[in-house]
Nanobody, 120 residues
Framework: VQLQASGGGLVQAGGSLRLSCVVS??????????MAWFRQAPGKERDFVAQ????????HYADSVKGRFTISRDKGKNTVYLQMNSLEPEDTAVYYC????????????WGQGTLVTVSS
């Protein structure tokens, strides 16, 4: 599985951005995959943001983004999205998309990252 993330940029606090992650794998093969977004702020460790089960669409979020971010997937476009609303300066980070097989615990495939900067 190869991942290509895009959509980052500079936005003012309170604004919105949508990140995209194109997955280069046959849609049928993704049925047992979990897709996720992580982020890494300057000087900090990489943190989990949100995940979605490709086949059923079940989602899970970090507490810090619940109610503001929405993860989704478009099977027809082999793309995972992260809609980010009510952005805060604390959301500034490099955002990475990732994938793992549902029966594995570690995310083994990673995209290259896209920078999101939220100004106050």
């Amino acid at each position: 599985v190869q991942l290509q993330a895009s959509g980052g940029g500079l936005v003012q606090a309170g604004g919105s951005l949508r990140l995209s992650c194109v997955v280069s794998e046959r849609t049928r093969a993704l049925g047992n995959y979990i897709m996720a977004w992580f982020r890494q702020a300057p000087g900090k460790e990489r943190d989990f943001v949100a995940q979605v089960f490709w086949s059923r669409g079940d989602t899970h979020y970090a507490d810090s983004v619940k109610g503001r971010f929405t993860i989704s997937r478009d099977k027809g476009k082999n793309t995972v999205y992260l809609q980010m609303n009510s952005l805060e300066p604390e959301d500034t980070a490099v955002y990475y998309c990732a994938a793992r097989f549902r029966f594995q615990t570690e995310f083994g495939a990673w995209g290259q990252g896209t920078l999101v900067t939220v100004s106050s």
